[in-house]
């Protein structure tokens, strides 16, 4: 037993010195709260100064009342727009002119309202100097609409804001029913579902692929000889993925905490700039659990069978091919999430869930969205337990025999000897 | 002097589907000898030395080491060069031999003790952190070849202990083995370097096949093949040593020629015809064959058996 320490010491030691490692946890993180603070940033920013712009009213008596309704304000609380100046039935030759003072940079743009703006006929326009800062267009066509339509609805004899309050619009909350209370739903479950299915879809990938290298790399540089003649094979192969999947959790604790501070952090710089209060996704202890159970055996499985597949390989070239059907069982589950976020608990989502290569995601993924009768969940576990140590038996009789056979790729009925071997 | 054996193999066989790699292998390997496994490529050399360090199971015959049948613990007192060497390229040398020494049951401690003094003796201390790959290829076989010894073996297996060493490091790990033996190590030499059997093995074992086609005392068996080749040195004419009726095979080293006769044949006759034909001999001597000569025969005859 105490080997089997050392081969895991030594598995987890070597990988977490790595650049690999040291890039793939400090970058990740540093470079997610980077994307972030930069988007936050730049977001305050860029909206952060007052445009000045000029309103050509063509079309006579819309410009002050669309000067009016340009009332947008700011994150920092300045007001959007500044109107310097309104000119109504501006003479030929103005726009011109108007132009020439926002290239000279007195004013930031102009906005034209067309003669037959009222009649529904034309466009407003709003030229500008940067249409980058036109993150507000949005804004400001609601802003004209309104003036219009207003100005329409007055030379009707009907007051605008009747009309406001009549065509109001109910807002519908959605929420989510579960044993620990009721929560508000934002799409918060559904997002946080996919989140947590994806992030074991690309770490059982990640990790995976790594035992297999790993495998590969003491069988092509031939070390192996020297370990299968100081300890069992078994030892060699769970020390292996016991190391790796202790790197994974490394790496998990290191971006939970990483992912924590963020969150905080982005909370902090959102509220200063008044960006309201993100959804947040809430993650419960019970799901956290969930995650790491389920991706302990679903790691304990896959990585088992890309070994198996290091084993029996002897170049980069055949391991690519050879990984090809393990690889698509953990794709194949992740295209079969749509079956599962339509109906969690329907029979279909019961029986894919229930099938060890896929249970491991779909069924957390059925937890994250609507947890199913604990029975299932009993099940399930109890499934890919039993059919993971099957697995477990069978790849480490393969990896036993692959690790000192080089040259061809053994077929199917091969593999089969192997597994029989004494 | 009587001697324990170090390893000993009795009725081993060995299949992989439909080939029979050993087959019927009894062995006695003497303790604290040096013993040469000789043979062919693919007659069984290395699925032997497999199951003697139990990487594999005989499928028939029992193995024992110092007296007991082979058990998990015994690889604990088993040294092994394999002939395809290989380390953990991306670790520091120190490093990986504390990894293996400890996986040969040291402690920490004295592992990193005795690695230490290892990298001393062979010449290796200011490449201690570096990784395995900044090594040239003779300073990692050195590397490995502490990997094998580390552990103080009673019992040490070399496959091609000496290729890819200069003369210098060849003469160091002749000296250490030389120590070893001294100390009471049993060494298990695999090699096609005939030459090298001849100077350092007491006891060889010749498989073909899977089996042994001639094992023993080297001395005794070279004595029974007695004093049957003529070593010659000469100038002129090769064609008197063209008697088939006299001459079994002839062996030209460029200055030397080796002749091996006929059973009964009379090394006399080659020196009359040399004379015969104004041939000049320089030197004219009775040896034993060979250890070359006799693999050769050996192999080739039970191959066309």
Known sequence: MHKLWLVIKREYLTRVRTKGFVITTIIVPVLTVGILVLQIVTATRQAGHTLRIAVLDEAGG???????????????????????????????????????????????????????????????????????????????????????????????????????????????????VGTGGDREEQGQTIVLAIVVGMLLYTTLIIYGVATMRSVMEEKTTRVIEVLVASTRPFYLL???????????????????????????????????????????????????????????MGYLLYASLYAAVGAMVSSDQEAQQAQMPVTMLIVAAVVLFNVIIRDPNSSLSTTLSMIPFFAPILMLLRIALQTPPLWQIGLCLGILALSTAGIVFVAARIYRVGILMYGKRPSLAELVKWVKYT | MAKNGAVTLKGVTKRFDAVLAVNNLSLRINEGSVFGLLGPNGAGKTTTLRMILRIMVPDEGAIEMLGEPLT??????????????????????????????????????????????????????????????????????????????????????????????????????????????????????????????????????????????????????????????????????????????????????GAVTEVRLRPNGDPQEILKAAVARGVRINRFELVEPPLNDIFIEKVAGTAHA
């Not at chain 2, 064609?239 to 080293?253: E, K, R, T």
């Open chain 1, 62 to 176: 819309l410009g002050s009342a669309v000067a009016r309704d340009l009332s947008g304000r700011l994150p920092s609380g300045q007001p959007e727009f500044q109107v310097v100046q309104v000119l109504e039935n501006p003479p030929a030759g103005t726009r011109e002119n108007v132009r020439a003072r926002v290239l000279g940079g007195e004013l930031d743009a102009f906005l034209v309202l067309p003669a037959s703006l009222g009649e529904g006929k034309a466009s407003a326009e709003f030229h500008t100097r940067n249409p980058g800062e036109v993150t507000i267009s949005r804004e400001l066509n609601h802003d004209v609409s309104n003036a219009v339509i207003g100005q329409r609805l007055q030379a009707r004899g009907v007051d605008i804001r009747d009309v406001a309050q009549v065509v109001k619009g109910v807002d519908l909350k959605v929420i989510k």
């Open chain 1, 238 to 296: 769970v020390g292996k993925i016991m190391g790796v999947a202790a790197v994974g959790l490394t790496q998990y604790a290191i971006w939970v905490t990483a992912g924590a501070l963020v969150t905080a952090y982005g909370a902090a710089v959102a509220s200063m700039a008044h960006a309201g209060a993100l959804p947040s996704l809430h993650l419960s202890w019970s799901m956290l659990a969930c995650t790491m159970i389920f991706f302990l």
């Open chain 2, 72 to 253: 998990e613990s015994a690889q604990d007192r088993i040294g092994y060069l394999p002939e395809e060497r290989g380390l953990y390229t991306r670790m520091r040398v120190r490093d990986v031999l504390l990894f293996l020494a400890g996986l040969k049951g040291l402690g920490e401690r004295e592992a990193g003790r005795r690695v230490d003094e290892w990298l001393e003796r062979l010449d290796l201390r200011s490449w201690t952190s570096n990784k395995v790959i900044d090594l040239s290829k003779g300073m990692q076989q050195k590397v490995q070849f502490i990997a094998a010894v580390v552990h103080r073996p009673p019992v040490l297996i070399l496959d091609e202990p000496f290729t890819g060493l200069d003369p210098v490091n060849a003469g160091i790990i002749k000296d250490i083995m030389l120590d070893l033996r001294k100390q009471g190590s049993t060494i298990i030499l695999s090699t096609h370097r005939m030459e090298q059997v001849e100077m350092m093995c007491d006891s060889i074992c010749l498989i073909n096949r899977g089996q042994s086609v001639l094992d023993g005392e080297l001395a005794a068996i070279k004595r029974s093949y007695g004093k049957n080749t003529v070593r010659l040195e000469y100038e002129g004419d090769p064609g008197f040593l063209d008697q088939p009726d006299l001459v079994a095979a002839i062996n030209h080293f």
